[in-house]
């Protein structure tokens, strides 16, 4: 349908979609989606030419000071008053309740694309506000919230993975940065000393996919040159590539290598004390409390093709 059909009957929709380029920075999490039909949840100002109110939903996050400062930004935007609901629980069920209601919300955050809600009129194609910064974006971006050639929402995070060791560990071992899926096992193996794994790469082994877990299944599939998913929406993970680089990461699941049963954290995985590098981006990305003790003994390389 024509997106300007699908906005909100009371308010005129260049101005809504006016608002909803704007408020595609708030906050930190998925995807960001306008939504369609007419949720009845949006307070135009009333005739006098006052501020509309927007509503936008976000799921909780555990990391402290996100909250405030979401809000802090809704304060901030002078063109719209928007109400920020942070949602406790599962927060899918409670969107996909408020979506069907007059009470849902205008924008709201979203973990994956989801091909239903554009076919049931849910979401608006956001095609003319994407445009004028389009470039800011990756085609993978781009390609996650899209649907018929019509972008649907926006990525509001991207994950940068590396893999950290600690130099004085390698040079002790006789062991060079890995820049192949063998020389990984291989220095794996060689760190897997005194008392000290070789790698952390989740609790999982990298292989549950799950939040929280998975973190090797995606890479190792792309250093194949294939993916899941390909672009002509074919089956890319059996493919004779595919199934060398599946058998190598369990090869390096059942090397003994891996340090395995590290303590959770709240909503992050993080390297244990007991481990040391190298490690996966994804754990040690986050490990900030030793930002500066590790800063003149570590360095990091992107992770083997």
Not at 38 to 45: I, P, Q, R, V
Request: net charge neutral; proline share 7%; glycine share 14%.
């Amino acid at each position: 349908m024509p997106a300007e059909k699908s906005l909100l009957p009371n308010m005129p929709p260049s101005t809504r979609r006016t608002f909803l380029s704007l408020l595609g920075a708030l906050g930190a999490g998925g995807a960001l989606a306008a939504c369609g039909g007419d949720s009845g949840g949006l307070d135009s100002g009333g005739s006098g030419g006052g501020k509309p109110t927007l509503k936008q939903w976000y799921h909780l996050y555990g990391e402290s000071g996100t909250e405030q400062a979401v809000k802090r930004y809704a304060e901030g935007y002078d063109k719209a008053t928007v109400e920020v609901q942070w949602t406790p629980g599962d927060y899918n069920s409670k969107l996909a309740s408020g979506l069907l209601s007059d009470n849902g919300p205008d924008v709201f955050e979203y973990g994956e694309f989801n091909v239903d809600m554009v076919r049931s009129g849910q979401v608006a194609p956001l095609d003319d506000i994407v445009g004028p910064v389009r470039d800011d974006y990756t085609d993978a971006d781009i390609t996650a919230t899209s649907l018929d050639g019509s972008i649907y929402g926006v990525k509001i995070v991207d994950d940068t993975g590396f893999i950290y060791y600690r130099k004085s560990l390698l040079a002790a071992a006789g062991v060079q940065p890995p820049t192949t899926m063998d020389e990984l096992i291989d220095a794996s193996r060689a760190l897997d000393r005194n008392g000290i794994k070789g790698l952390f790469i989740g609790n999982d082994a990298g292989v549950t996919p799950a939040f929280g877990g998975g973190a090797m299944l995606d890479p190792v599939l792309w250093m194949a040159g294939t993916a899941n998913l390909t672009a002509d929406n074919k089956i890319g993970f059996t493919t004779p590539e595919a199934k060398d680089a599946l058998r190598k990461l369990r090869e390096l699941a059942d090397s003994g290598s891996l340090l395995l049963g590290a303590p959770p954290t709240s909503g992050t995985r993080r390297r244990s004390r007991r481990s040391s590098p190298p490690c996966s981006g994804a754990a040690c990305g986050r490990c900030r409390r030793s930002r500066r003790r590790w800063a003149t003994t570590s360095a990091s390389c992107p992770g083997p093709p």
